[in-house]
């Protein structure tokens, strides 16, 4: 039995598509369907859901009384404000009529979320930013942004906003881009129920130390949620957690025991060629491992040897410990 | 008047959705529209299609009928074994069955071709590939492809087949990913209407050089089509030619009127935000203001620039040809 | 007459190695040599130091003499703690010893800069990172870098401290390694003669966009000198300031202006195999070539097409501005 | 005891500088020094040289002395000729009185290779390339490269030239860059004693798959040795072998068995800030390790799960063969 609570979102179900295979890999499976599925995936007690995409003003109730059948819990909801074609130049930068209409959809996300008794929702901006060179006023879009971000989380304390950057798609450039850049940001616009989900793969797209990010965010008391997968540090290819990265992965686990974090171990992952289940499995399966590399060395000897920063040493002990030659 | 002839994909005019708008950032228009379209881009003389999405066994004649109408020449035709879910795995290397189906889709693509009156076919493999560390038998992949080109070209003589390489999208990494991987595998394929579609966003993704790709394939005499528009270097944003590498696209341009490029001029260009026809004809007019100024300095002077080798030598050349001052 | 002044670094006329050719691509000039070099140069105004390796205690009243007798200008002094071996792990996260040195080793930059008659010194801490994973206790690390800044900043008021941030090299992952990171860091700081010199090879090379990383510095406040070249965004190649990067070093330049920079367009060029006076005038003329589109553009204009955002539309604009045709 | 054999560079013991520390991290040890270090590194049998520095006309006798005291083997020889400022614009493109001196050095150091007992030496063109767009004439250079290779090949049947790629570093751009473009220049040259010595940093960094470039050098018969370390996948960081990738690593053990790659396993690393025995020692180990895990899931069995292609399926037997549970 693992101290780690894990939750995955039902996107994982989903058809999952790409700009080549609009119509998406697989059929998917509705949201009900999935939450079924996710209940059989052992060591999983929680779903994150889409807003509007599969929980909604119409089937919140439904959605609701499947996770009292299953046992499952909320664990947060994203709030798409990327999809529709209207955001297309972005959400909340991109004019003042569009902007109220992304901040009234937050909202609602947010009610919704304590409907289903939840206590946050994720929230990015993937389509706030720029392709082309002379295309943003800069300033002014940060402003607006952080604006529309008090606005949002004023609308009520007991639904916490945890905020997921990105370096860019669909946009080339998105504003709210890496870990260092939210953590100003969410400073700036200072409300208590705002904070940061970390998607980890877009820390390593944007080419940052998965560990350091989330030692970064716990020294600013931003630390709301995780999403977790892999991939090859040049896109968001959210792949089985763990698959890619071993030690960094295995680094990202310690500090999140070291600063105490609490919450979801939140999948994240587009299994577009695996089967859903099976990706999920893995992917929680590889924490644990890694967190047993972690328990073999001892977490207190792991800090003495991060103390003492020898390379060679640090691998001589974790290597054996890991692989047990 | 151009010395150069242009042409577009008939896509550049389509929906253009992404895995997070899988709807398509816009209802884009049918084909004959499309080509409606294109005939009033100044400047454009040709269109490609893409079979089967806006060119197949039931429209062919209309479409013919429409290029008739607007004076458009047929370019090219995208040979589509990539955007069905059924090839997700690969269409050449996941198995007989499939790599059967990719090549009798190839067949009749080319019998098309030939119907519009025109001499080529464009293809890739954008699914072959791997996501994975120990999920591909490399070199069975390879002769595999190999042997599937083979049976390709040898339908008839009378098309000609441009592969088109892309390191990755949608799969992580793709066989036929660079210009000397290309230029590698089609001369073991040794057919002579086999040859390259350089996409040049694909170039530059690859980490490559643009006029050095160029002089590659022209060396191996395997340049047969072009597919022109720009990107960050990290992912294929098929942006505006030009718009973002300066100095680059022109030596580009200098390089297929070194080589004696006599064929198409060939946007690939996905303006998901921007009007279709618009980034059309600033493709075009960023192609010939770069013309100008290889004009302006003069294309023997660059010849001897290049041989010198002085990088500020050349540069204090070019700039004020450019710019003016 | 340029409404800009600019300095180069005396590095530029240096012998300029690297890993491959230890001893240098040239045999390099002496200090008081390169200030008469750069004294040559049109439009060059100032010039920027190295503690110690061309001014130092010893040498500082000859360099002084130098300047007076060309007419040139202190731009600013780089304080290296990050050449001498002793700091391989880190100036300011190794250890107490080695940080009160690297702290004792900046004011004495200071006190020099103030006796050349200069404001400011420019600062980096390029060792201070890690390579693998499990190396480094990075929230320590934050503080210790936080203490010694400000420790640092309090030495005297009359001297800024510009911090330049590096994502990487030598060291693989640096703390202090991107705009928002540097704000953040130096915000918490919190020091009036605390401020930020941007280096616009190290914004690209952590894939930032240079105009913005400027509007966000100067949103802040701590915009306080330049470090100007190119690169191909993968790595820090100080390369001819705009020759590689076209529209952006353009746009660069335009929120320079727009923010009412004032300071110094301070050149960083390392040219290994160009000549390095020449490699300066070319540098200082396509930054002039750039400013000279603004204008033709008209700087007004420029803020309306950017405020409208539509790429397309800007560059129908920009282009012909720029190439004349 | 291993089936397999090791070598080292010398150059691991040595003072290893960069840009910023030209004097070298430490001091280094004369290369009697580092092979009575070398020596003492369990499993290592064979040590590279590098010629001229530190195996030459001179010393040979000695070195050769010296490995007979201690019972190591030689590897190889690294032909260099890419340090000397004289080769900066390129040893074999840069006109014909420095390519013919760049033929001559390989040709004695292939003559040292035959004094030592040995049967290949190693050699890149890390000069050889172009940093500016207008700045080479590309398919010059790669006859240059051609004819030249062919005159080295010529100088002797019996010791082979293992030629190593690298797409940059320290030009920005590097004619032979990648394992399709290498393969690609020497079935041009054709000639039985040349071949390719893998840097699988290399590879790293031109984002290929280290398995997948082995399998194609092996497919055209040229896989003749290897240069083994890990990096970011940005730069030739040359740390500690299967330290950063792991699966990736693996896969590469994997693909070396299955290729009956019979040669050594010779590091290229360099421990800027690390006890270089130590890096040694931990490299061996982690290859070890590795192919633990394969014997442990099974040689066959991989190969299974490799034509299967399922990666959950695949992970979900590597993970507890790796890590135990």
Redesign the interface.
């Known amino acids: 039995m693992s101290e780690r609570k894990y939750s995955n979102g039902l996107w994982t179900w989903g058809k ?11 059929a998917g499976w509705s949201p009900s369907k999935a939450i079924e599925m996710a209940a059989k995936v052992p060591g999983l007690s929680g779903v994150e859901f889409t807003y509007p995409n599969d929980l909604n003003e119409k089937n919140w109730k439904e959605a609701k009384a499947a996770l009292e059948t299953t046992g499952l819990k909320y664990a947060s909801c994203y709030n798409n404000i ?4 209207k955001w ?2 972005g959400a909340m930068t ?1 004019g003042k009529e569009l902007r109220n209409q992304a901040v009234a959809h937050t909202k609602t996300c947010m009610d919704l979320a304590a409907e289903m008794g939840g206590d946050k929702i994720t929230f990015s901006l ?1 389509q706030d930013g ?10 002014a879009g ?1 402003r607006a942004i952080v604006e529309a971000l008090r606005e949002c989380a004023d609308h009520r304390k007991d639904v916490k906003i945890g905020v997921e950057y990105k ?4 946009r ?2 998105c504003y709210v881009c ?1 870990t ?2 939210t ?2 940001l969410l ?1 700036e616009v200072n409300r208590p129920n705002l904070g940061v989900v970390i998607d980890v793969g877009h820390t390593l797209m ?2 940052e ?1 998965m ?2 990010a989330i ?2 965010l ?2 600013n008391n931003l630390l709301l949620h995780t999403h977790l997968n892999d991939n ?4 968001d ?1 959210d ?2 957690v763990g ?2 990265h ?3 992965t ?2 990202l686990m ?2 999140l025991r070291r600063v105490g974090y609490g919450g979801w171990y939140g999948l994240d992952i ?6 859903p289940s ?2 999920t ?2 992917s929680i ?2 924490m ?3 967190n ?2 972690i328990d073999r060395v001892g977490f207190e000897r ?1 800090g003495e ?3 003492r ?8 002990v ?3 410990a ?4």
Chains 1, 2, 3, 4 share one sequence.
Do not use: C, H
Request: hydrophobic share 45%; net charge negative; proline share 6%.
């Open positions: 999952l598509g790409d700009r080549f295979v609009l119509d998406g890999y697989r990327s999809s529709d074609p297309q130049r991109a993937l720029w392709d082309y060179p002379f295309q943003s006023d800069y300033s940060r370096m860019r798609e669909p080339v450039f890496n260092p850049m953590t100003l400073k944007a080419r130390t560990a350091d030692a970064l716990a020294e090859w540090r040049t896109w290819d792949m089985i698959s890619i071993f030690l960094e295995m680094e310690y500090w587009f299994p577009y060629r695996e089967d099976k990706a499995i893995e399966r590889f644990e491992s890694y047993a590399v792991l040897l991060i103390a920063g020898d390379a060679a040493e640090t691998l001589s974790i290597r054996p890991a692989f047990g030659v």
